[in-house]
């Protein structure tokens, strides 16, 4: 199926839930999920956390190792250097959201490793599912996109990061949508001057957001 077809179906307003609906029942019924296969593997659904009145969400694309583990998003290596970066921009990481386009941990087992794989477009069409729910609940001024998976997932077709990075635009859903790199790009930079250079380049995406 072309990339195109398969997020065809993507709608310009976000799901009705209802005026009741919470972060809180989203995630035990998320905990729950098996839309996809992903499931059968992972330790346990990893929903987003924070204010659920955010008026930033930040949206990465899936749950790492840790994140498996502890059952909360960007707590292992990428979520301690965003952390940082977000110190460095001007946002206070306790008054955003954070979520993940994929709820569950993809990886390829190499003896006792767990090694990341990327999710594929029906495992993130699958839990657009979730997201858009959070969206509507949450209701952000701005969504940060973490990367192509997110994206991808917040604007139902591929992104470019690199020629699209560092710009906000307006969804038609209600809120504004920022893309930059995954902080998981970051630490997979072996050059350390250029790692030094993307890194100052990501703080200056998130001072935008701030």
């Known amino acids: ?19 009741n609906a919470t972060i809180a029942a989203l995630a035990e019924e998320a905990a729950q999920c098996t839309r996809c296969d ?23 694309e899936q749950p790492g190792d840790q994140e498996d583990l502890q059952g ?11 952390d940082r970066a977000l110190e460095e921009a001007g946002v206070d990481r306790g008054d955003v959201y954070v979520t993940n386009a994929v709820k569950h941990f993809k990886f390829e087992a190499r003896g006792k490793r767990r090694i990341h794989k990327k999710p594929d477009r029906p495992e993130i069409e699958a839990c657009r599912w979730w997201l858009e729910r959070e969206l509507a609940v949450v209701k952000p001024d ?3 996109a973490l990367g192509g998976t997110a994206g991808q997932a917040i604007h139902g077709r591929a992104v470019k990061v690199m020629s699209e990075r560092g710009t906000i635009g307006d969804d038609p859903r209600g809120f504004r949508v920022l893309l930059t790199v995954h902080p998981s790009y970051l630490l997979r930079l072996c050059d350390a001057a250029a ?10 995406d998130l001072k935008l957001a701030a």
């Open 72 to 82: 909360l998003p960007f707590v292992g290596p990428a979520g301690q250097l965003l």
């Open 142 to 144: 701005l969504v940060v």
């Open 1 to 19: 199926m072309a990339q195109k077809d398969l997020f065809a179906t993507v709608e310009p307003v976000l799901p009705d839930i209802g005026p």
């Open 195 to 204: 790692k030094e250079r993307e890194y100052l380049a990501f703080v200056a």
């Open 38 to 60: 992903l499931y059968k593997w992972a330790t346990q659904t990893v929903f987003g956390a924070g204010p659920p009145d955010a008026r930033v969400m930040m949206v990465g």
